[in-house]
């Protein structure tokens, strides 16, 4: 049987922002590797001075592209950059890329955004929400457009528990339209003092902006044939375009590349909350099949829908995953394939109440980092553990949000989608959340991070070295461990003794 979403994309010219990222280059590499697109257009800002032809040669060279480029030599020709900058005004195009969009897209994926939680409420307010609105207004000119998805997340309404696959204007303390003319009314320091207020009960800039840019959707692109996909926490590749693909270290990935490197020991979550978690391969998948199905919705609807259609993607009810499962398996994977890397051994804590993770914070952080900074300002060195301390408890403090709460979603939308799919799409565009064996991903999770975070290949060799470091500081690491015990032990005695 033929595959229709391999189909619709043929020949298409399509638009995306957000492709230098982590999911934006998958987008690309799935595009290139399975369908015969026409031109791929990337928005891409110059960069600290860098050209955005210089730009694209180190992004034509990222390893994700390497099997692609195994099959189809020259396919990165097909992708064009477009100079522009979701922070600026207009995007930052010209009028002559503007037109050009205007006369050649027929599909729009918006993912540019800053994922940066603790970004000042200005600058996220700029490039997730003001954006949006200006993207929506360039659809609107495209005369040959035929699907628009934007790329939300499925925290974009976290303070309901059960999220269900519909807009919560509610959960907003204003308008994005009031907040969006606070910023043009009032100076970058005034709104980023204002942000408590605005926030109300959303923990972070980054989950308030990207709800006020849903609300944007809503109510200004109900002409447009468009859908919003709200991801869950991205991790590495399940399988395509090879197992463990990651380049970045946000959310999860962070915490567990400190951990496997022995910095990180306490990691607070709620082990029976559900993580939330989903596979890159499996997001790009979704993204290419809503843009399908919004395509031929939309043709076969007379008048356009009330509401965008919505797609929540999450582990299933069927098929859920907690952070014990994941602390146990990241607990399991360090044992066998433990890095080179690693500066003590490695070990977590997950305290369960707030007393005891500031006691093991204190423990197993503070102390250490004194003793090692102590010993290196000793030997004439420059002490470093203080300032990468201060950023793993950043780290922590920013995800701590979303490793308490238990959240569910509604997932009709997308179930619906995957019914509407021929079995060869099913196979060629995956993302049934059911059919995770979460144990094995896992495991290729944690494989990926040793690889192409730690760069650290699984050879022979590379395992025997780290498993003897590791043997290493496991005796070290109980020897510390039976001389803390011993102090107060000795000092409890001598008290008794004594008195």
Known sequence: MDSN?????????IFLTGGSGFLGKLIIEKLLRTTEVERIYMLIRPKRGEQIQS??????????FT?????????????????????????????????LLTEEVQVVVHGAATVNFVEPLSSALSINTRATRLLVQLAKQMGRLEAYVHVSTAFSNCPVEHIRECFYPELLSCTADKALALQDQLSAELIDKMTPALLGKFPNTYTYTKALAEQVVQREAADLPICIFRPGMILPSYKEPVKGCIDNLYGPIAISYSCIAGVVRVMPIRKESRTNVVPVDFCVNLVLSCAWQTA????QRPTPAPDPTIYNFAPTAQNPITWGQYREQLYKYKDI???N??????????????????LFVVIYHHLPCFLIDMSLRLRGQKPRMKRIYSKVHEGIKILSPFTFPNWTFEMDNSDR????????????????????????????????VRVYLFKE??????????????????????????????IPAALLWWVYVKF
Request: aromatic share 14%.
């Open 341 to 358: 890397q690693m500066i003590w051994f490695p070990f977590i804590t997950a305290p369960t109440s707030w007393w005891s993770l500031k």
């Open 296 to 299: 031929v919705a939309a043709a």
């Open 55 to 64: 730009r694209m040669a180190a992004f034509r060279s990222n390893f994700m």
């Open 417 to 448: 989608l995957l019914q509407c799919m021929s079995p060869e799409d099913r196979l060629k565009y995956e993302f049934d959340m059911n059919g995770i064996d979460w144990m094995h991903y896992l495991d290729i999770v944690f494989m990926g």
């Open 457 to 486: 290949e699984l050879t022979e060799e590379s395992l025997q070295s780290a498993k003897k470091l590791y043997k290493r500081f496991f005796i070290l690491n109980y020897l510390v461990h039976f001389i803390a015990c011993c």
């Open 67 to 99: 099997e692609l480029l195994k099959l189809k030599a020259n396919s990165l020709e097909k992708v064009m950059p477009i100079a522009g900058d979701c922070a600026l005004p207009d995007l930052g195009l010209s009028e002559a890329d503007r037109q």
């Open 5 to 13: 979403i391999t189909e619709f994309y043929k020949n298409k010219t």
């Open 337 to 339: 394939y433990p890095v």
